[in-house]
């Protein structure tokens, strides 16, 4: 039987069980992950360590304490900067934000946030437009080690001049500089931008909603998700949008669940959807 199964059929079987010990013994459920994606970051973890199969990954995660922290942090999406896509920054500027100034509170949350760029330019954002003291902005991530690397606000000095380049096209109105203190190594951000943030752990797969948000923003996230995890994902956005709220996506992204048609498209090219009042 053994000889009869080929490479690929062997690999999706370890692969399977890989994922459903990952997921029984500790809870991270990566089960509906794009296997293309999977497959890449486990192999990276096997060139590292020297391990020849997948079966030998799982062994490892199982009985080596500290292992399943190394590969979560291989499964988490981190790739992100300062004012990322500045065109969506701008339009989000001059094209939202006039429909959140009269709340009495706006409530944003950053779904996936990873090391937290794109939460302090909003912080930015929304403190430029005098919003900043009645915004709480949520981010969270599946990854508890860059959520505490976002909590710090501190960046590398050397991204500073790629992160200031993306402010001024997003259409900022100061020195990018006055944001921050610097040393030789890193910026870090001035406390009162993140003093109504707020920081968690929260996996998309099998977390539930913990509020009703004006704005959700979920960039580049979805895309290494397969079709029944980005139903279940855009159910939970849809259950926590209050009615006219907006949902961001990213640039290569869609809304391709049952709620398609309870959205609007508010900015198509910029993956802005607008949820469609209900009661209308």
Not at 21 to 43: A, E, W
Not at 142 to 170: D, W
Request: hydrophobic fraction near 40%.
């Amino acid at each position: 039987m053994l000889d009869e199964l080929s490479f690929d059929e062997l690999e999706r079987i370890e692969i399977d069980l890989f994922l459903d010990g990952i997921y029984r013994v500790y809870g991270f459920d990566f089960r509906n992950y794009l296997r293309s994606s999977l497959r890449r970051r486990i192999q990276h973890r096997m060139n590292l360590e020297g391990l020849t199969t997948i079966t030998s990954v799982l062994e490892k995660a199982l009985h080596e304490p500290g292992f399943m922290e190394k590969l979560q942090n291989d499964f988490s999406i981190k790739v992100t900067e300062m004012f990322r896509d500045p065109s969506f920054f701008a339009s989000f500027r001059t094209e939202v934000v006039p429909l959140l100034r009269d709340l009495p509170e706006i409530r944003i949350w950053h779904a996936g946030c990873a090391t937290g760029e794109e939460v302090y330019s909003m912080a930015i954002l929304m403190a430029e437009e005098g919003l900043l003291g009645k915004t709480k902005i949520y981010a969270t991530d599946m990854n508890e080690h860059v959520i505490e690397s976002a909590k710090l606000g501190k960046f590398s000095i050397k991204r500073m001049q790629t992160f200031t380049k993306n402010y001024l096209q997003a259409g900022g109105t100061k020195e990018f500089s006055s944001y921050y203190k610097a040393d030789y190594e890193y910026a870090l951000f001035h406390p009162y931008l993140k003093e109504n943030m707020m920081f968690a752990q929260h996996n998309l797969a099998t977390d539930r909603s913990f509020n009703e948000f004006h704005v959700i923003l979920c960039r580049n996230v979805l895309i290494y998700f397969d079709s029944d995890l980005q139903q279940r994902v855009h159910d939970l956005f849809f259950g926590s949008l209050a009615n006219q709220g907006f949902l961001v996506l990213g640039n290569m992204e869609s809304i391709i669940s049952d709620h398609k048609e309870q959205y609007g498209d508010f900015n198509a090219p910029e993956r802005i959807f607008r949820k469609i009042n209900s009661s209308s």
